[in-house]
C-alpha cells in the first residue's frame, strides 16, 4: 500500500471495475473499523471479550478482502494493520514539544511525608490534598501522538526531550488506539503511558526462547525496551506487550478535566487502557494506606511494579506547584523495598583489588530475584560474615535492590547443614601468597605485596588504563589481565614500551588490533595533569581530588614535594588522604615509574597560574547530583571547579547550589528543605555559558 493517494488508483465515476467505490462500500468499510475496534477495545483493554474469536475473524477476514479490493479504503488506522509494516533502516528523533520528565523518589514513610510538607507549604494549604494513586508499572515510557483522533506519532521518551520515533511498532500493540473510540475528543491529543511485558507474556516468551536456544530477557522491563527497540515490526507484533496510560502530554483544540483521575476517565473512553487500581484517595494518610495495600497485592498482579506514583490530583495545584530539574513537584514515586530471594552459599573465594583489599565474594546457587539471575554476592569483609553469622552451606536471603551490589541479608540458621563449614579468612593473599594484614582500626584486609603481587598489579594497569584516567582506547580489563599473565608488563611503565609483535602474538589478538592498540597508548601520552594524578592510583584520590590538588598546585613538582600542612590545605583534602599522598610520593617504587612516566613522554599543557580569587565562583560550593543528559557528573563538577568553586559531596546549610539532573534522590529533598537553589540542567549549562564555558552535548 501506497501512502501517497493516486489519480490513477481512483476508479473511473461511473464505471463499473472492481475498484469500483461505491457509498455502500465505504460504509460497510467504517462500520467494519468500528466493529473490529469496539472487539479491540473489549479483548485488550477492558479484559472482557464480546465477540466469539470466529465471528472476529469472519469481520476481519471481510475488510481484508474489501481493502484488497479498494486499496484507496485502506487507512494506516485500519484493524488490518497491525501486523507490522516493512522493516526500518533506522529510528528518526522526535522532539517533544512537551518534554516528557521523570519522577522524584521516596524510599520510606518520611520522604513521603516531607513531600506532602513540601506541598501543603508551597501552595500555602491546610486542608488535606486529594492524591491520585497509581502502581509505577515496569516498563518504559512513550508518547502516543492523535490527530483527529487517528495515531499518526509514536515515541520513546529518549532523554526526555527528543526521542525516537517507534510509531510502526507501536502500531502492533493491541491495547492501543490506532483509531480512537467516540467522536468528542480533541483534534490533538498526545497520551502518554508505559509500555510493558506482563509476567505471564514474558515467562512464556523466556520459555520459548530458552526451548529454542535464543537469548532469555533477564527481566519484562528489558523485554518491553529491547521489543520496541525492534527495526522489524513484525519481530514486535511476535511480543505480548501491553500499554497502559497514564498522563497527558498535550492537548489543542479542546478543555480537558481539572482533575488528573477525570482526564484518565476520559482517555479510557477514549479506548486507552488505564491501571484499574488507580484510585483517588484523601490526604498523606491515605497515600500510606494505598500504598501498604498494594505492597500485599504486588505479587499477584499480572504485571511488574517497582513502586506506587502518588499525584496531586488537582490539575490547578498540579500548576502552581511546577517542576524543579525535570521532575513534577506534584508526583512523586514511592518505591517497594528490595527484593529479597532465598538461596545456597555453595563458597566463598577472596578477590584481591587494586589496593590489596581482599574481599570476600560469596557464589550461590544462582536465584532469580529482582529482576536478575545471581550467583555472586560480596560479603564485603571478615566483620561482615561475623556479623552475618554465615558459614559455607548455609541457606541465606539475599537482596537486590535495583542495580547495586546483591547483598547477603541475613542466614536462615535453622537450615544450617550439620557440615556447613566457618568461613577462614586467608592469613596469606590467595594470588601472592604475602602476608595479609589487617591495620587496627580498619575493617578491611590487606594483601602487603603491593606491586609485588600479580592482582594488584593487573587491578593497577586496569585503573591506569581506564576512561577518566589515561582513557586507552581497547585496553580492556581481559587485555590487561593477558598482558600481566604472560609478562609482558609488570606495571603501567611497561605499556610504553610494548612491542607490535608481542601484542599482536596474543591470543584473540590480530596485527590490526594490536596495531590500534599501541596507537591509542602513544595517544594517552597527552593528557592532563589531572587525569595523570588520577591515573596513578593514589589511595582515596579519586577524579575530584586530583583536579583540586591541581588546582591548588599547578604543577606536579609543587605537589611531590608539598609537605602535610600543604595537603591539609587543599580542598577536601583530610589528615587520611594526605598521609596516602605522602606515603605514595615517597616510595622510591613510585618516583621510579612516575619519572619512567615523564621520560616516555607523557605531557600535559601547563596550567597558568591564575590569582584564583579571580575565578567567578570562587567562594561557592556545589554539589552535583542525579543524571544529566548532556554530560557526566565528573565533568559538571571539573567545569565547577575550573571556574572556582568548590564542590562537596552533601548537601548543607553552607551549599551555595544544587545542579540537580534526572533521578535526583535525597540530596534534591534536602536542598529544596533548605531552600538551596537548585540548578536544572539547562540553568547549569546558561550558568557555564555567562562564564565562557560552551559544552557541546
Ligand atoms: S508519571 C510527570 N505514572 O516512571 C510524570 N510514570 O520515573 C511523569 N512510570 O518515565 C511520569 N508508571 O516510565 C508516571 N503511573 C505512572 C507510571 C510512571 C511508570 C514510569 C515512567 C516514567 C518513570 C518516571
Same mark, same amino acid.
Given at each position: 500500500m501506497s501512502?501517497?493517494?493516486?489519480l490513477?488508483?481512483e476508479p473511473?465515476?461511473?464505471?463499473?471495475?472492481?475498484?469500483e467505490?461505491?457509498?455502500?462500500?465505504?460504509?460497510?468499510v467504517?462500520?467494519l473499523?468500528?466493529?473490529?475496534?469496539?472487539?479491540?477495545?473489549?479483548?485488550y483493554?477492558?479484559?472482557?471479550?464480546?465477540?466469539?474469536?470466529a465471528q472476529?475473524?469472519r469481520?476481519?477476514h471481510?475488510l481484508k478482502?474489501?481493502?484488497?479490493?479498494?486499496p484507496?479504503l485502506?487507512?494506516p488506522d485500519s484493524p488490518t494493520?497491525r501486523?507490522?509494516?516493512?522493516?526500518?533502516?533506522?529510528?528518526?528523533q522526535v522532539?517533544?514539544e512537551?518534554?516528557?520528565?521523570?519522577?522524584d523518589?521516596a524510599f520510606?514513610?518520611?520522604?513521603?511525608?516531607?513531600?506532602?510538607?513540601?506541598?501543603?507549604?508551597r501552595?500555602?494549604?491546610t486542608?488535606?490534598?486529594?492524591?491520585a494513586?497509581e502502581?509505577?508499572?515496569?516498563g518504559?515510557?512513550v508518547s502516543?501522538?492523535y490527530?483527529?483522533?487517528?495515531?499518526?506519532?509514536?515515541?520513546?521518551?529518549?532523554?526526555?526531550?527528543v526521542?525516537?520515533?517507534?510509531t510502526?511498532?507501536i502500531?502492533t500493540?493491541?491495547?492501543?488506539?490506532?483509531?480512537?473510540?467516540?467522536?468528542d475528543?480533541?483534534?490533538?491529543?498526545?497520551?502518554?503511558?508505559?509500555?510493558? $511485558?506482563?509476567?505471564?507474556?514474558?515467562?512464556?516468551?523466556?520459555e520459548k526462547a530458552?526451548?529454542n536456544?535464543?537469548?532469555?530477557f533477564v527481566?519484562?522491563?528489558?523485554?518491553?525496551?529491547?521489543?520496541?527497540?525492534?527495526?522489524?515490526p513484525?519481530i514486535?507484533?511476535?511480543?505480548p506487550?501491553?500499554f497502559c496510560c497514564?498522563?497527558?502530554?498535550?492537548?489543542?483544540?479542546a478543555?480537558?478535566?481539572?482533575t488528573h483521575?477525570?482526564?484518565?476517565?476520559?482517555?479510557?473512553?477514549?479506548?486507552?487502557?488505564?491501571?484499574?487500581? $488507580?484510585?483517588?484517595?484523601?490526604?498523606?494518610e491515605?497515600?500510606?494506606?494505598y500504598y501498604?495495600?498494594?505492597?500485599?497485592k504486588?505479587?499477584d498482579?499480572a504485571?511488574?511494579?517497582?513502586?506506587?506514583?502518588?499525584?496531586?490530583d488537582d490539575?490547578n495545584f498540579?500548576?502552581?506547584?511546577?517542576f524543579?530539574?525535570?521532575?513534577p513537584?506534584?508526583a512523586i514515586?514511592?518505591?517497594f523495598?528490595?527484593?529479597?530471594?532465598?538461596t545456597l552459599?555453595k563458597?566463598?573465594?577472596?578477590?584481591v583489588?587494586r589496593?590489596g583489599?581482599?574481599?570476600?565474594?560469596?557464589?550461590?546457587?544462582p536465584v532469580?530475584?529482582?529482576?536478575?539471575?545471581?550467583?555472586n554476592?560480596?560479603?564485603?569483609n571478615m566483620d561482615e560474615?561475623?556479623?552475618?553469622d554465615?558459614?559455607?552451606?548455609?541457606?541465606?536471603?539475599?537482596?537486590?535492590?535495583?542495580d547495586?551490589?546483591p547483598?547477603?541479608?541475613?542466614v536462615v540458621q535453622e537450615k544450617?547443614?550439620?557440615d556447613a563449614?566457618?568461613?577462614?579468612f586467608?592469613?596469606s593473599?590467595p594470588?601472592?601468597?604475602?602476608h595479609?594484614?589487617?591495620?587496627e582500626?580498619?575493617?578491611?584486609?590487606?594483601?602487603?605485596?603491593g606491586?609485588?603481587?600479580?592482582?594488584?598489579?593487573k587491578?593497577?594497569?586496569k585503573?591506569?588504563?581506564?576512561?577518566?584516567?589515561?582513557?586507552?582506547d581497547?585496553?580492556?580489563?581481559?587485555l590487561?589481565e593477558?598482558l600481566?599473565d604472560?609478562?609482558?608488563?609488570e606495571?603501567?611503565?611497561?605499556?610504553?614500551s610494548?612491542?607490535l609483535?608481542d601484542v599482536a602474538?596474543?591470543?584473540?589478538?590480530a596485527e590490526?588490533s594490536?596495531q590500534?592498540?599501541?596507537e591509542a597508548?602513544?595517544?594517552?601520552?597527552?593528557?592532563?595533569?589531572?587525569?595523570?594524578?588520577?591515573?596513578?592510583?593514589i589511595?582515596?584520590v579519586?577524579?575530584?581530588?586530583?583536579q583540586?590538588?591541581?588546582?591548588?598546585f599547578?604543577?606536579l613538582r609543587?605537589?611531590v614535594?608539598?609537605d602535610?600542612?600543604?595537603?591539609l590545605?587543599?580542598?577536601?583534602?583530610g589528615?587520611?588522604?594526605?598521609?596516602?599522598?605522602l606515603?605514595f610520593?615517597?616510595e622510591?617504587?613510585?618516583?621510579?615509574i612516575?619519572?619512567?612516566?615523564?621520560?616516555?613522554?607523557?605531557?600535559?599543557p601547563?596550567i597558568?597560574?591564575?590569582?584564583?580569587s579571580?575565578l567567578?565562583?570562587?567562594?561557592?560550593t556545589?554539589?552535583?547530583?542525579?543524571?544529566?543528559?548532556? $554530560?557526566?557528573r565528573?565533568q559538571a563538577?571539573?567545569?565547577?571547579?575550573?571556574?572556582?568553586?568548590?564542590?562537596a559531596?552533601?548537601?548543607?546549610a553552607?551549599?551555595?547550589g544544587?545542579?540537580?539532573?534526572e533521578k535526583a534522590g535525597?540530596?534534591l529533598?534536602?536542598?529544596?528543605?533548605l531552600?538551596?537553589t537548585i540548578?536544572?540542567?539547562?540553568?547549569?549549562?546558561a550558568l557555564?555559558?555567562e562564564?565562557?564555558i560552551?559544552h557541546?552535548g
Amino acid at each position: 500500500m501506497s501512502d501517497q493517494p493516486s489519480l490513477f488508483d481512483e476508479p473511473e465515476s461511473g464505471s463499473s471495475s472492481a475498484g469500483e467505490l461505491n457509498p455502500a462500500v465505504v460504509a460497510e468499510v467504517n462500520d467494519l473499523h468500528t466493529q473490529l475496534n469496539q472487539a479491540n477495545y473489549q479483548y485488550y483493554v477492558l479484559d472482557d471479550p464480546q465477540l466469539p474469536d470466529a465471528q472476529y475473524d469472519r469481520l476481519f477476514h471481510r475488510l481484508k478482502e474489501l481493502e484488497t479490493q479498494y486499496p484507496q479504503l485502506l487507512t494506516p488506522d485500519s484493524p488490518t494493520q497491525r501486523v507490522g509494516a516493512a522493516p526500518l533502516s533506522h529510528f528518526d528523533q522526535v522532539t517533544h514539544e512537551v518534554a516528557m520528565l521523570s519522577l522524584d523518589n521516596a524510599f520510606n514513610e518520611q520522604d513521603m511525608r516531607d513531600f506532602n510538607r513540601r506541598i501543603l507549604d508551597r501552595l500555602k494549604q491546610t486542608d488535606a490534598i486529594t492524591y491520585a494513586c497509581e502502581p509505577k508499572l515496569d516498563g518504559i515510557a512513550v508518547s502516543l501522538l492523535y490527530e483527529n483522533g487517528v495515531l499518526v506519532r509514536a515515541a520513546t521518551r529518549g532523554d526526555g526531550a527528543v526521542g525516537e520515533n517507534i510509531t510502526q511498532n507501536i502500531r502492533t500493540v493491541p491495547s492501543i488506539p490506532l483509531k480512537l473510540l467516540g467522536n468528542d475528543f480533541p483534534p490533538v491529543l498526545e497520551v502518554r503511558g508505559e509500555v510493558y $511485558m506482563p509476567k505471564k507474556g514474558f515467562e512464556a516468551f523466556n520459555e520459548k526462547a530458552r526451548a529454542n536456544d535464543e537469548k532469555l530477557f533477564v527481566n519484562p522491563r528489558n523485554a518491553a525496551a529491547g521489543s520496541l527497540r525492534q527495526l522489524d515490526p513484525k519481530i514486535t507484533a511476535s511480543r505480548p506487550l501491553e500499554f497502559c496510560c497514564y498522563s497527558l502530554g498535550r492537548v489543542d483544540g479542546a478543555d480537558l478535566p481539572n482533575t488528573h483521575s477525570a482526564i484518565l476517565n476520559l482517555f479510557s473512553r477514549w479506548g486507552f487502557k488505564i491501571n484499574p487500581e $488507580m484510585k483517588v484517595v484523601n490526604g498523606i494518610e491515605g497515600c500510606l494506606e494505598y500504598y501498604d495495600n498494594l505492597a500485599q497485592k504486588r505479587n499477584d498482579l499480572a504485571y511488574e511494579i517497582d513502586g506506587i506514583v502518588f499525584k496531586v490530583d488537582d490539575i490547578n495545584f498540579q500548576q502552581q506547584l511546577g517542576f524543579v530539574s525535570r521532575a513534577p513537584r506534584w508526583a512523586i514515586a514511592h518505591k517497594f523495598p528490595a527484593q529479597e530471594e532465598m538461596t545456597l552459599l555453595k563458597d566463598v573465594e577472596f578477590q584481591v583489588g587494586r589496593t590489596g583489599a581482599i574481599t570476600p565474594v560469596a557464589r550461590l546457587e544462582p536465584v532469580f530475584v529482582g529482576g536478575v539471575t545471581v550467583s555472586n554476592a560480596t560479603l564485603h569483609n571478615m566483620d561482615e560474615i561475623q556479623r552475618l553469622d554465615v558459614c559455607i552451606g548455609d541457606t541465606v536471603i539475599i537482596r537486590r535492590a535495583g542495580d547495586v551490589i546483591p547483598q547477603i541479608v541475613s542466614v536462615v540458621q535453622e537450615k544450617r547443614p550439620q557440615d556447613a563449614k566457618s568461613i577462614v579468612f586467608p592469613k596469606s593473599c590467595p594470588v601472592c601468597e604475602s602476608h595479609v594484614e589487617r591495620i587496627e582500626g580498619e575493617a578491611v584486609s590487606r594483601c602487603s605485596g603491593g606491586l609485588v603481587c600479580a592482582a594488584q598489579r593487573k587491578e593497577a594497569i586496569k585503573h591506569f588504563a581506564s576512561r577518566k584516567a589515561m582513557d586507552i582506547d581497547g585496553l580492556g580489563d581481559k587485555l590487561v589481565e593477558q598482558l600481566v599473565d604472560e609478562g609482558l608488563i609488570e606495571s603501567f611503565l611497561d605499556l610504553y614500551s610494548l612491542k607490535l609483535a608481542d601484542v599482536a602474538n596474543l591470543e584473540r589478538m590480530a596485527e590490526k588490533s594490536a596495531q590500534n592498540l599501541l596507537e591509542a597508548i602513544e595517544v594517552s601520552k597527552q593528557t592532563t595533569l589531572a587525569k595523570f594524578l588520577y591515573a596513578l592510583g593514589i589511595r582515596e584520590v579519586g577524579v575530584a581530588t586530583a583536579q583540586n590538588l591541581v588546582n591548588h598546585f599547578l604543577d606536579l613538582r609543587a605537589l611531590v614535594k608539598a609537605d602535610l600542612e600543604a595537603l591539609l590545605e587543599v580542598d577536601d583534602v583530610g589528615p587520611i588522604v594526605a598521609k596516602h599522598i605522602l606515603s605514595f610520593f615517597a616510595e622510591p617504587h613510585n618516583q621510579k615509574i612516575i619519572d619512567g612516566l615523564l621520560n616516555i613522554g607523557i605531557t600535559w599543557p601547563a596550567i597558568e597560574k591564575k590569582d584564583s580569587s579571580e575565578l567567578p565562583l570562587v567562594g561557592q560550593t556545589y554539589v552535583v547530583t542525579g543524571t544529566l543528559a548532556s $554530560m557526566g557528573r565528573d565533568q559538571a563538577k571539573e567545569y565547577l571547579q575550573r571556574l572556582g568553586a568548590k564542590v562537596a559531596g552533601s548537601v548543607s546549610a553552607k551549599t551555595s547550589g544544587l545542579v540537580a539532573g534526572e533521578k535526583a534522590g535525597s540530596k534534591l529533598t534536602k536542598a529544596q528543605d533548605l531552600n538551596i537553589t537548585i540548578l536544572d540542567e539547562d540553568a547549569f549549562l546558561a550558568l557555564l555559558s555567562e562564564h565562557g564555558i560552551e559544552h557541546a552535548g
